[in-house]
């Protein structure tokens, strides 16, 4: 029998956790604008995992790639339920860089 | 450099995992009236997956099968458990013509049958009467 599903399986459950923990604190902190920097760098990690030699890594890089790309497009329903008072509202958020011309973006919301 | 497909096959098999097991409970947990059906589907087919990624000694294959099977493992509590949560406390819309949505509907204050994230953030911290409209119907 091979485990390896198993293992990266439950390894990539923990990333997924972890991804409830980022979006809601770094929404509450940053805002929901950094969605273009965290879908480049979960794009960057599946791009890398393609080159890493080792199986653990690959999945591991690919499986984290994955959850931030998700992660980008729940940052925008997270910044709502803030303001609805679901979550702590924090209104003083560190805008990102070209933040002028990311607010003319939809932000990408499924 | 030879490409190693296992990220691939993992990245894929997460974010789709997530995305379609996102829309389906919402989709699912609002149309049935016996959520535990589904949410029983969910396991065993996650279960399932989790059989069918040991056996095979595709590690690109193992992965996702092993994946999706724990996102469906995850949609089984989220079904049954996590999502009338969010009904009941209006933090999902409640179909009125579901009578197992009714009867929240009837028992809890707080439910409401308007979709309050189906919409663009605002900057700042509703009211409470802002939220009393917007659950009246009102954008």
């Given at each position: ?35 273009p ?74 | ?36 059906i589904?949410?029983g ?41 996590r ?24 028992d ?5 049958t308007?979709?309050?994230?189906d ?21």
């Amino acid at each position: 029998m091979n485990f390896f599903g198993i293992w990266i399986c439950l390894v990539t459950l923990f990333v997924i956790g972890m991804g409830f923990v980022w979006v809601i604190r770094g929404e509450r902190f940053f805002g929901y604008l950094w969605w273009p920097y965290v879908m480049t760098l979960g794009i960057l990690c599946i791009v890398g995992s393609l080159f890493a030699a080792n199986n653990w890594v690959s999945a591991l890089c690919g499986a984290v790639g994955g959850s931030l790309i998700w992660g980008a497009t729940e940052l925008k329903e997270q910044a709502v339920r803030g303001e609805l008072g679901w979550y702590p509202f924090n209104g003083r958020k560190i805008d990102p860089p070209l933040v002028k011309i990311i607010k003319k973006w939809k932000a990408p919301s499924l | 450099m030879d490409i190693n497909w296992v990220g691939l096959s993992a990245a894929l098999a997460t974010f789709l995992g997530i995305w379609i097991g996102h829309v389906s409970v919402r989709k699912i947990e609002r149309e049935v009236v016996n959520v535990w059906i589904p949410a029983g589907i969910a396991l065993l087919a996650g279960f399932g997956l989790w059989l069918a990624s040991t056996l095979t000694s595709n590690l690109p294959l193992s992965a996702a099968s092993g994946i999706v099977g724990v996102t469906l493992l995850w949609d089984a509590l989220e079904i049954a458990i996590r999502q009338p949560a969010r009904v009941k406390h209006g933090h999902a819309p409640a179909n009125p013509n579901n009578p197992r949505h009714r009867q929240i509907l009837a028992d809890y204050p707080e439910a409401t049958t308007v979709d309050l994230l189906d919409r663009d953030p605002i900057g700042r911290a509703y009211s409470a009467e802002e939220i009393a409209a917007l659950k009246a119907g009102g954008r």
